[in-house]
């Protein structure tokens, strides 16, 4: 009698209990997090313009600097350096350093041969660009990103306050025909609106090389990558998650700050890019992991739920609701992220790519725990 009670009339009880229980869940991420990012506005800066360097570390990327470094050099900028370290390069990278050394007075290029045998990846020449960089502000950027405006250094500064040590920025991807460039778009917008999100929150965890910005005394203090230097990736997500904080941390959104590159042209490419940046989260601090955690669980628990409750054939008018409850909220929330992001067009397939991602992130983690990705690049 009673595994009858259980199975025919308490069970889908105490399953619609447990999908009730992750949409709230998932409710508290989308209003107390994500939303702050939804409705912020930037601050009037209160900081004086100083000097900025710009670091670039550059493995082979004739092709990419050609293109992006005169953009950068260009900037709108009173006071500014930008420093290539040229990483071993055995292409025609020196010569048009070179020339546009000539060129430019305020480009300045320092030239590695070897690696350190205990450094890993980008870390060991990112590390001699920060430590020679001229002025306490650094920006770091990518050989292959091109920055969207020429107020793309101004805007990076302004958001430095006389408390702030850390700056995020937002780094997208080109808009490219076909299926496989919106969801790598929209993967890159929904970890913007994550950490960025929790920066807002005042919970920092993360930030992306491609646009990050923090003070050369901030690195020395903390040892610069030592305590990670044998990871190959996370030179720029641990360093944030270990030395940003609720009060040395600020964001900068405002589309002109932006830098833009060209995202990967094939699933398996793109894979593997994923594995490298899904690398490092198990060396997160462990409030990040667990509220991270719960929220992947939480979305994952959610549609499975929703499956197994439409599966059991009971009453689905309630599950049904809770579902479009969440999607409302989802919607609401994220397409405010989204449109802050300049992401818009990413809007309609938010249910459909959250639920992909969702598979995909499983299935790198899952991979990730068998094999390391040994590439930095």
Request: proline content about 5%; some cysteine; aromatic content about 16%.
């Given at each position: ?186 993967d890159t917008a929904h970890i913007a609106t ?78 593997t890019q994923k594995k490298r940046h899904l ?12 509220l991270l955690g719960l929220y992947a669980f ?80």
């Open positions: 009698m009673i595994d009858y009670l259980f199975n025919r009339q308490l069970f889908p009880f105490i399953l619609l209990g447990s999908f009730a229980f992750v949409f709230l869940v998932q409710q508290i991420f989308y209003w107390l997090i994500f939303w702050r990012l939804g409705r912020y506005r930037h601050p009037e800066p209160t900081s004086k313009l100083t000097g900025v360097t710009v670091v670039i570390c550059a493995h082979n990327e004739y092709r990419h600097l050609k293109e992006t470094l005169p953009l950068i050099l260009e900037q709108d900028y009173p006071v500014y350096e930008v420093l290539v370290v040229n990483h071993s390069s055995d292409d025609d990278t020196r010569y048009l350093l070179t020339q546009l050394e000539e060129k430019y007075p305020h480009l300045t290029t320092i030239y590695i041969r070897e690696d350190l045998n205990f450094f890993s990846g980008k870390k060991f020449p990112l590390s001699i660009g920060i430590k020679s960089a001229k002025y306490d502000q650094v920006l770091l950027t990518d050989a292959d990103c091109r920055p969207a405006s020429k107020e793309w250094i101004r805007q990076m500064q302004s958001a430095f306050t006389p408390k702030t040590e850390v700056v995020l920025g937002y780094s997208p991807y080109y808009r490219n025909p076909g299926i496989l460039n919106k969801l790598i778009r929209f994550q950490y960025l999100g929790y920066a807002l929150a005042g919970i920092p965890y993360m930030g992306v090389g491609r646009n990050l910005s923090y003070l050369k005394q901030v690195f020395y203090k903390n040892q610069g990558f030592i305590s990670h230097y044998r990871i190959r990736s996370g030179d720029d997500d641990l360093f944030i998650n270990r030395v940003a904080n609720r009060t040395n941390t600020a964001i900068m959104v405002q589309p002109g700050s932006y830098t833009f590159s060209d995202p990967k042209d094939s699933l398996g490419k793109w894979i690398s490092t989260s198990h060396l997160y601090k462990f409030r990040h992991k667990l939480s979305m994952a628990a959610f549609y499975g739920l929703f499956i197994l409750l439409l599966a059991c054939n009971w009453s689905p008018i309630p599950v049904l609701g809770i579902f479009l409850l969440r999607l409302i909220s989802q919607y609401i929330v994220l397409a405010a992220c989204m449109k802050k992001l300049n992401e818009k067009d990413l809007v309609p397939f938010l249910p459909v790519f959250e639920f992909l991602l969702m598979m995909f992130n499983f299935g790198i983690l899952v991979s990730n725990m068998i094999r390391k990705p040994t590439r930095w690049k």
